[in-house]
Nanobody, 121 residues
Framework: QVQLVESGGGLVQTGGSLRLSCAAS????????MGWFRQAPGKEREFVAS????????YYEDSVKARFTISRDNAKETMYLQMNSLKPEDTAVYFC??????????????WGQGTQVTVSS
């Protein structure tokens, strides 16, 4: 059974930083593209970033480029999202997801339960 468990969310002031983690189990981790998505209240879920299985290729949504960094540790079967210079518009529930395909922002088969990130102004 595949499990993805996010952690690291919380309340932070504008300009602050948070590091999200996503611990995976039950899948061949290094063979999966991993992604971060977020959903703000009243809005649809949106893509944030993704990273291929080898960790050598990453892709970001334009609004988070230069502020967020996605990474993974295949030995620990964990993915990370370092979020710097946070803005109130980054407030959302952040989800991690896994895809067996070499994808960017679609065809994710497995999802975590989400972790809340709140950025105060």
């Amino acid at each position: 059974q595949v499990q993805l468990v996010e952690s690291g969310g919380g309340l932070v002031q504008t300009g602050g930083s948070l590091r999200l983690s996503c611990a995976a189990s039950g899948l061949y981790f290094s063979a999966h593209t991993m992604g971060w998505f977020r959903q703000a209240p009243g809005k649809e879920r949106e893509f944030v970033a993704s990273i291929r299985g080898s960790g050598t290729s990453a892709y970001y949504e334009d609004s988070v480029k230069a502020r967020f960094t996605i990474s993974r540790d295949n030995a620990k079967e964990t993915m990370y999202l370092q979020m710097n210079s946070l803005k109130p518009e980054d407030t959302a529930v952040y989800f991690c997801a896994a895809s067996p395909k070499a994808t960017y922002f679609e065809d994710y088969h497995y999802w975590g339960q989400g972790t809340q990130v709140t950025v105060s102004s």
